[in-house]
């Protein structure tokens, strides 16, 4: 079965700290991984996705097969990084569809 | 930098009636999609659309769900006879490419029904 597993709801830091936001997934294959942003009353925007091997506001994420992961992670955190994050991966044997994890709300406090 | 745009963003409605959500894609994007969000749960995927046929749904899109493109630049979600379990925030995305191609969202039209 396909799944996204994102074990916590609720991530809260204090500026500066690290941050690591989880994500394992189920997928028979060799699937893409994304990691999709929501900061307060904006749209769903593409934050980084493994193929591409960049970092993006100080973000990065490491695919590991052997663990079925992808978590993401930012050796300080900001507050302007407080947002919803969601995983999702999409695969090769579909039409591009994504399955999502359930999201994990980062908290950065001053 | 272009866009993907939702309208309404808020649609109330009663249950049993007929509702379309439309969604205008980034204009060179080829591949289109509708996912659904229910308050405190996952972003799940209904449907995809390519060449102006459904290339994938999901469980959750029944017979009471449809799609078009009706004119080469609007996306349109129709929900036939609204349940009050289909409350929910719908999102549009457009695709330049297939997979792994980046997928643009638009923002949202929150369907309630009452």
């Known amino acids: 079965a396909q799944r996204v597993t994102q074990p916590e709801k609720l991530l809260s830091v204090f500026k500066g700290a690290p941050v690591e936001l989880k994500c394992n997934y189920s997928?028979?294959?060799?699937?893409?991984l994304f990691w999709y942003v929501q900061y307060s009353r904006q749209r769903l925007q593409l934050l980084l996705r493994?193929?591409s091997r960049e970092s993006i506001k100080g973000f990065t994420a490491d695919l590991n097969k052997g663990e079925t992961s992808f978590h993401l992670k930012k050796p300080f955190a900001q507050e302007e990084d407080s947002a919803m994050y969601y995983c999702?991966?999409?695969?090769?044997?579909?039409?591009?569809?994504?399955?999502f994890g359930q999201g994990t709300t980062l908290q950065v406090k001053p | 930098e272009p866009e993907v745009t939702q309208t309404p963003s808020h649609q109330v409605t009663q249950m049993g009636q007929e509702v379309i959500l439309r969604c205008v894609p980034i204009?060179?994007?080829?591949?289109f999609y509708w996912y659904r969000q229910i308050l405190g749960q996952k972003v799940e995927f209904l449907v995809s659309?390519?060449?102006?046929?459904?290339?994938?749904k999901s469980e959750i899109f029944d017979d009471q769900f449809s799609v078009e493109r009706p004119d080469g630049s609007n996306f349109t979600l129709k929900i036939r006879s609204t349940k009050l379990e289909d409350s929910a925030m719908y999102f549009c995305?457009?695709?330049?490419?297939?997979?792994?191609?980046?997928?643009?969202f638009g923002p949202g039209t929150r369907l309630t029904v009452l």
């Open positions: 999702a991966l999409s695969g090769p044997g579909n039409t591009g569809k994504l399955i």
């Open positions: 997928y028979s294959g060799s699937p893409e």
């Open positions: 659309f390519y060449n102006n046929e459904i290339s994938e």
């Open positions: 204009s060179n994007h080829l591949y």
């Open positions: 493994h193929i």
């Open positions: 995305a457009s695709a330049r490419d297939r997979y792994p191609d980046t997928q643009y």
